[in-house]
Structures are given as C-alpha cells and as structure tokens.
C-alpha cells in the first residue's frame, strides 16, 4: 500500500479517543476508521483497559504480554499515544475508578471523536468498559460503539445495529495486518480458519455500501456539525 500523506485537518475531527478493553479490540473494531481519521490530520490516542493475562477455567494463560501487544497493534498505524489502564483481564470494572481514568484522558485530549465496544457485547470486560466510556463522556458530542466480533448472541434481545458506516477500503490491509501482529490471540481463537472472518466481515459491510470494505457503528451521540469543514465566521 502507498504510504498515506496526513492532511491538514479540514473537519472538526481533530482528536480521536479510542478505547478497547484488551489488545487487539480496536484492530479488530475500527482500526480502519483509526486509519482514516490519521490521514485527516486527527491525532489518535489508544486505550486499552486491561494487559493483564487472561487465564482461563482450565487455568491456560493467554495474551502473557499484553502490553507489549498493545504497542506492537499501535506500531501498524503509527499510533505514539497509547494509554495502558491498570485493571486486570476478565475484572474491568464499571465503577467511579474505570470512569475517572477514562474521563481523564477525554479532557486531557479535548476528544472530538471516542470510539469504544458495543454495550450489548456478551464479554464482560467489553460491556463493562463501554458503560465506563459512555459513563465519562457523557458531555462529549461524538460517542460510537463498534461492531462486537462475529458469532457472539448479545445480553439483551436487541441486536447490533449498524446505522453508521466508515468506508475502509483503502485501509483494509493494514487492518488485516494489525489483528495479525497479536499471534497469541491469532493461534488461540484458531489462526487462518479464524481470521478470514475479519475480512469477511469488511467486505459484508463493504457491500451495504457499494464500498469494497467498511467498518459500522452503532452512535451513542453523534453532532453531525462537527464531521463538516468548518465555516468562516460571515462579516
């Protein structure tokens, strides 16, 4: 792929706020869109909740070194700003502490733009993490959840809606290539048989709108004003 030359920002998009539970949530939930707004001039700030590793029932360890993934998914796009909270895997809580953390770094970076899970997502650490965001940005204009990864039956009777779309087709690659760096995640959810999914999943999206890949999103709030070049005050 041609290397992306950064625009001046022409939009009120100036400062993108991303938050994800574990290492690989926004490669897999909107990296594309990460993608775009950075050639939009927009400075990307990454927040990831949890890098502790995650143990399961049988007591097998995985994602040993989250942190490092972290900053290895950032590296794909060239994210500087990455944010690594101290909660621990399968424990991030809703509370005043997740909240607080949170809304510290909103204000920190003036978001224009927060991106996070859907609350409907049926693992604990990602609907947890979206009520804290919602939570500490409820004075923020511009909230939107991403798509919860495929296959999963939501907690409540009402499903994903994908009202808003972002057309990724130029950034589809590097998205593919980001979900890749995290071999940990790659080899336990089952490697190529696995990952095909991802790009499936873009080009379905892709479809809906006439666009060879995409990403969707569900708006908590969305100020339309604040998409559109800004207009010189009239005399």
Known sequence: MAEHQKAAPTHGILSVVAVGAHADDLEVGCFGTLALFRDLGATITAVVMTTT????HFGKVFRPEGAKDAREGAKVLGI????????????????????????RVFDDRRADLILTHWVGDNQQDHQNTA?????????????????????????????????????ISAYLEMKLRAI??????????GGDKFFAQWEW?????GAEIRA??????EPVKLLA????????PKG
């Open 53 to 56: 590793p995650s143990v399961d």
């Open 80 to 103: 500087d700003d990455t944010v690594l909270l101290p909660f621990r895997n399968n424990e991030v809580p809703y509370s005043r502490e997740s909240i607080q953390a949170l809304n």
């Open 131 to 167: 009520n804290s965001v919602i939570s500490a940005a409820r004075h923020y204009h511009n909230i939107w959840m991403f798509e919860p990864p495929p296959g999963r039956p939501p907690v409540s009777t009402t499903p994903f809606r994908p009202l808003l779309y972002v057309d």
């Open 180 to 189: 890749a760096s995290h071999k940990g995640e790659y080899e336990r959810l």
């Open 201 to 205: 999943r873009a080009r379905l999206r």
């Open 212 to 217: 060879a890949a995409a990403e969707a999103f």
């Open 225 to 232: 004003n604040s998409l559109l070049p800004s207009l010189e």
